[in-house]
């Protein structure tokens, strides 16, 4: 089965930290570029983060420093460490990659962050 499914989301205070896991299966995970985007309510889709097969990091401005995209293709998972997480990281979380027959996303974990 080819697909993405997220984990580890849900209910935190503001200044708490979350780490969110992406289980894929039926790619060849070490040749794949990984991302984490996010949709929070009312807003477009944004990336969040990347990772290359390499192992280059990227990320939007408003997680530097809060957030660390990490992989072990030995596992086949991609994972999101977000720290210091603040009420306007709220939002549903979404593994994605890419290959040949188009684009493949997880279901999404929603994350909240509110006293």
């Not at 957030?67 to 596992?75: C, H, L, M, V, Y």
């Amino acid at each position: 089965q080819v697909q993405l499914v997220e984990s580890g989301g849900g209910l935190v205070q503001p200044g708490g930290s979350l780490e969110l896991s992406c289980a894929a299966s039926g790619i060849i995970f070490r040749i794949h570029a990984m991302k984490w985007y996010r949709q929070a309510p009312g807003k477009q889709r944004e990336l969040v983060a990347v990772i290359t097969s390499g192992g280059s990091t990227n990320y939007v401005d408003s997680v530097k420093g809060r957030f660390t995209i990490s992989r072990d293709n030995a596992k086949n998972t991609v994972a999101l460490q977000m720290n210091n997480l603040k009420p306007e990281d709220t939002a549903v979380y979404y593994c994605h990659t890419f290959r040949y027959t188009g684009d493949l996303w997880g279901q999404g974990t929603q994350v909240t962050v509110s006293p």
